[in-house]
């Protein structure tokens, strides 16, 4: 993994993949029989996502979002999202991720960037909020199951009164007629279909359903 500054992030240096990085091998079963393991994940957190990378340069650009607050990064990955927040000056950060290798490189990263960062390895989609100010949850509609636990979780957020802000470059999952426009920014989606090509990606409001 090389560590580089974020394309339209350069603030942050991330470990990032590069075609020799043979992330590949983390797909493949492993020697061992432990069923009770669970079963590899894409190396989603080894690179930098366009919702991520427009969380993280919106955050970085009006710093008085967070600064103060106690800030979740959801889904959080490389931990992009969170360390821009960190570096804005929120009060506490805590970055969720499933990923056992994400933990690592989430880790890494913060290490890195020189923050520090509360990291939760469990799903906290499932039951009531953290105990935090503001949810920043960049490209967690990127798949219909996926986007569908995050609605019930961003209700009950808004109803313990924390606010949610979820950036996205508009997959199809992306729930519009929840969402109000905040910002947009031109950054590259280098981890998926996009290349490197600066695109629309935006920042949104997630908000209660209108009566």
Request: overall charge negative; aromatic content about 6%.
């Amino acid at each position: 993994m090389h560590l580089a500054p974020v394309p339209s992030v350069p603030e942050i240096r991330l470990h990032l993949a590069h075609p020799g990085s043979g992330l590949r091998r983390l797909l493949e079963p492993g020697d061992d029989s432990d069923e009770s393991r669970p079963e590899p994940q894409p190396p989603y957190w080894a690179y930098a996502w366009a919702g991520g990378a427009v969380l993280a340069r919106y955050v970085l650009d009006r710093p008085s979002i967070v600064a103060g607050k106690r800030v979740l990064d959801l889904g959080a990955g490389s931990g992009l999202v969170g360390i821009a927040a960190a570096k804005a000056g929120a009060r506490a950060v805590i970055a969720a991720e499933i990923d056992r290798n994400g933990v690592v490189a989430l880790r890494l990263n913060a290490e890195a960037n020189g923050v520090t960062i509360q990291i939760c390895d469990e799903d906290v989609t499932a039951g009531p909020p953290p105990a935090v100010d503001l949810v920043l949850a960049g490209d967690v509609f990127y798949a219909q199951d996926v986007g569908q636990r995050m609605l019930p979780f961003f209700d009950r957020c808004l109803a313990a009164d924390i606010d949610v802000l979820v950036g996205d470059p508009g997959r199809a999952w992306l729930p519009r007629p929840r969402l109000c426009l905040l910002g947009e920014y031109q950054v590259p989606d280098v981890g998926g279909n996009g290349g490197s090509v600066p695109k629309p990606s935006a920042v949104f409001a997630f908000v209660a359903k209108s009566a």
